[in-house]
């Protein structure tokens, strides 16, 4: 199980990070990825393989593992109106892939 | 550029059955595997069902429950989500998702636009 906040919120301009705790097995144990959902849109990938950007996404977007509180974390720095939307982070455990619960980020 | 763009959603009475379609392009299913991912109004998203890159693994999230079969025809580059059975909590938009290359096809990287399905009488 993965476990995100429900809801974060940060003015533009300023830098906001989002957790993803992994309740059960090492949060190393398997790449985490982060997809972002504007309303109304459909999701986009924006962290690959717990830190790698796809082409086109903004520098802006970081990610790292942190293993001594087992989470993932998403950073997004120089916020932009544009970047309120939902986040979600998402790995795979077996043979079973996880989605945590999304965060609301609130760009003010 | 990799594209997937989902059909065969509307609205289906409980009981029936309906089947989707993502039909794929930019990519080769025999490199990749394609997820199906739901999302009920105002929820986050679920996972129902992987198929992989050989087509010999297919996998399904609690939320097939034994009602959804994912299949694929390489050569129309087209996945399928066969859904039996359906019910009310069923109702949901339904996206197609790419995954990365060979064994990483857990790793999604791309999704569709979604279709919906709604299940009511």
């Known amino acids: 199980m993965l476990t995100q906040p429900h809801s974060v919120s940060e003015s533009p301009g300023k830098t906001v990070t989002i957790s993803c705790t992994r309740s059960?097995?090492?949060?190393?144990?398997?790449?985490v990825q982060w997809h972002q959902q504007r309303p109304g849109s459909a999701p986009t990938t924006v962290i690959l393989?717990?830190?790698?950007?796809p082409s086109g996404v903004p520098e802006r977007f970081s990610a790292s593992l942190d293993t001594s509180s087992n989470s993932a974390s998403l950073t997004i720095s120089g916020l932009k109106t544009e970047d309120e939307a939902d986040y979600y982070c998402?790995?795979?455990?077996?043979?079973?892939?996880?989605f945590g619960g999304g965060t609301k980020l609130t760009v003010l | 550029q990799v594209q997937l763009v989902e059909s065969g959603g509307g609205v289906v009475q409980p009981g029936r059955s309906l089947r989707l379609a993502c039909a794929v392009s930019?990519?080769?299913?025999?490199?990749?595997?394609v997820h199906w991912v739901r999302q009920t109004p105002g929820r986050g998203l679920e996972w129902v069902a992987v198929?992989?890159?050989?087509?010999?693994?297919?996998d399904y999230g609690d939320s097939a429950n034994g009602r959804f079969t994912i299949s694929r025809d390489t050569s129309k580059n087209t996945v399928f989500l066969q859904m039996n059975s359906l019910r009310a909590e069923d109702t949901a938009v339904y996206y197609c998702?790419?995954?990365?290359?060979?064994?990483?096809?857990?790793?999604?990287?791309?999704w569709g636009q979604g279709v919906q399905v709604t299940v009511s009488s």
């Open positions: 930019g990519f080769t299913l025999r490199r990749y595997g």
């Open positions: 393989e717990d830190n790698q950007r």
């Open positions: 198929i992989s890159y050989d087509g010999r693994d297919k």
């Open positions: 998402q790995s795979y455990v077996g043979n079973t892939v996880l």
């Open positions: 059960s097995g090492s949060i190393a144990s398997s790449y």
């Open positions: 998702a790419k995954g990365s290359s060979g064994s990483y096809y857990w790793i999604v990287d791309n």
